[in-house]
């Protein structure tokens, strides 16, 4: 990542209070959503829900796609889809669109199960906002967008988003 790094001292003029509060947030954010998944009832391991998670948002992808939208070596996700189609979670399928390389698309059985776990994740996260006024929800979902989608331009490996058209932006 350091090729697309943003240089040194970028952030030097935000307030490092505000910026350690939100780093803090971030670690325990990344600390609670593992945790959650060992005491619920999940499916997948993390690596298969977050391929599928990708694959479900577009056209099947070859295993170099899939390297590139997660900034990994494709040896690594080699593995990782190798485990997937070992357990029934994804299949190759030739290129829609007559390219040589196989493409990799979601199997019923993936498909079954990440739609389990997201319902999962769904349910969980209503519990966690169940007291939150409506607007605060809107509002968290607007600023993790922008955040997500600032990332991502940094690493220039943007994510399509379900509820919009690829290429525009949130804002």
């Known amino acids: 990542m350091s090729d697309s790094a943003l240089p040194a001292g970028a952030a030097d003029h935000r307030d490092p209070t505000v910026l350690a509060r939100l780093v803090l947030e971030l670690t325990l954010l990344s600390r609670h959503h593992p945790a959650a ?3 619920t009832p999940f499916q997948l391991d993390r ?14 992808l070859s295993l170099r ?7 990994l070596d494709v040896s690594t996700i080699n ?9 029934d979670l ?17 199997s019923e059985k993936g498909i079954r199960l990440i739609e389990a776990d997201l319902e999962l994740q769904r349910s969980g996260v209503a519990n966690m906002l169940a007291d939150w006024p409506d607007d605060e929800i809107d509002q968290l979902v607007r600023l993790m967008e922008r955040f997500n989608e600032s990332v991502e331009g940094v690493v220039r490996h943007p994510w399509p988003r379900p ?3 690829a290429g525009s932006s949130g804002r």
């Open 90 to 106: 994804v299949e190759r399928v030739p290129d829609p669109d007559g390219g040589v390389a196989r493409k990799i698309q979601p």
């Open 47 to 60: 690596s298969a829900y977050l391929i599928l998670t990708r694959l479900q948002l577009g056209a099947p």
């Open 79 to 87: 593995r990782q889809v190798a485990a997937m189609i070992e357990q």
């Open 37 to 39: 998944r060992r005491r």
């Open 163 to 165: 509820h919009r058209p």
């Open 65 to 71: 796609e899939l390297a590139e939208a997660f900034g």
